[in-house]
């Protein structure tokens, strides 16, 4: 952990089942004199997440100021594009046709 302070890491990204490295940085991390210099940590998997630990870690690194390949993330699905009332109290309901999931063939 002395090694990533000297380094200045600001955001670590922890992936494993479970989450070790928060309170390792927590209990390990330097304090610096002005309060700041402890690092976001970040875990994408754990023993009950699916694939919304993985999105929750991207939105925390979004929000942490990494650069985030959108197109990557979203690459073969397919998206659409939603009008939505340009008026918030026109008092009507949007949802989203969901389309049926392509179907498996078994053999």
Known sequence: METLAE????????????????PMVASAWPESADGAGMPVVLSSLGASQDDDGFTEAVAGAYEAGLAISFAGLFAG????????PS???QRRRHWIEARPAPSVVER
Do not use: C, K, M, N
């Open 7 to 22: 380094l200045d890491v600001q955001v670590v990204v922890e992936i494993g089942p479970d989450a070790v490295l928060g």
């Open 77 to 84: 699905e397919t998206r659409s594009r939603v009008s939505l």
């Open 87 to 89: 008026y918030p109290f």
